[in-house]
């Protein structure tokens, strides 16, 4: 993504969500590691207050799952970040009676990165906090959301 076409205005709704040939929600995410790989950079989620991974819907203008995870990475953390691995897709974890139409089923295309700059500023620096974890930290975090856990222990990330 080029660093000067950087929006303080976060994207919402699912208007311009991409969908796959099931219905399912196609979603983008990034494990954002420190320049050593001991520590991943985890967001505050709206929804509750649990710790999460960058993540959000790739929508029909982005060219690929890797642009979507980008924004969502400077929109969610207000990160500058290099992409170095394709973690590949993770399959829905939740349960059917977890989902919801605001929910609905989704396969979640992560990216591990590299985090070149944390910025004071970001579309949503308002309403979420952000901290830098290691690996334990951030799985004990992210335990009840196997899908973000298995994106983490798909990285690279020193153990």
């Known amino acids: 993504m080029a660093q000067q076409n950087l929006s303080m205005q976060a994207r919402t709704g699912r208007s311009n969500q991409r969908?796959?040939?099931?219905?399912?929600?196609?979603?983008?995410?990034?494990?954002?590691?420190?320049?050593?790989?001991?520590?991943?950079?985890?967001?505050?989620?709206?929804?509750?207050?649990?710790?999460?991974?960058?993540?959000?819907?790739?929508?029909?203008?982005?060219?690929?799952?890797?642009?979507?995870?980008?924004?969502?990475?400077?929109?969610?953390?207000?990160?500058?970040?290099?992409?170095t691995y394709d973690l590949g897709c993770i399959e829905e974890k939740r349960s059917p009676s977890q989902m919801t139409k605001e929910a609905p089923r989704a396969i979640y295309h992560f990216f591990e990165a590299s985090v070149d700059k944390l910025e004071n500023e970001w579309p949503e620096s308002h309403k979420r906090n952000r901290k830098w974890c290691t690996y334990a930290e951030a799985a004990q975090a992210l335990k009840d959301r196997p899908e973000l856990l298995a994106a983490l222990n798909k990285s690279t990330m020193h153990r």
């Not at 520590?39 to 991974?53: A, N, P």
């Not at 799952?65 to 400077?74: K, L, N, Y």
């Open 19 to 83: 969908y796959g040939t099931n219905g399912e929600r196609l979603v983008a995410g990034i494990v954002p590691l420190s320049s050593d790989k001991y520590y991943v950079l985890l967001i505050q989620s709206t929804r509750h207050d649990t710790w999460v991974l960058p993540k959000g819907g790739w929508e029909i203008d982005e060219a690929t799952a890797q642009d979507a995870a980008c924004r969502e990475a400077w929109e969610e953390a207000g990160i500058i970040c290099k992409v």
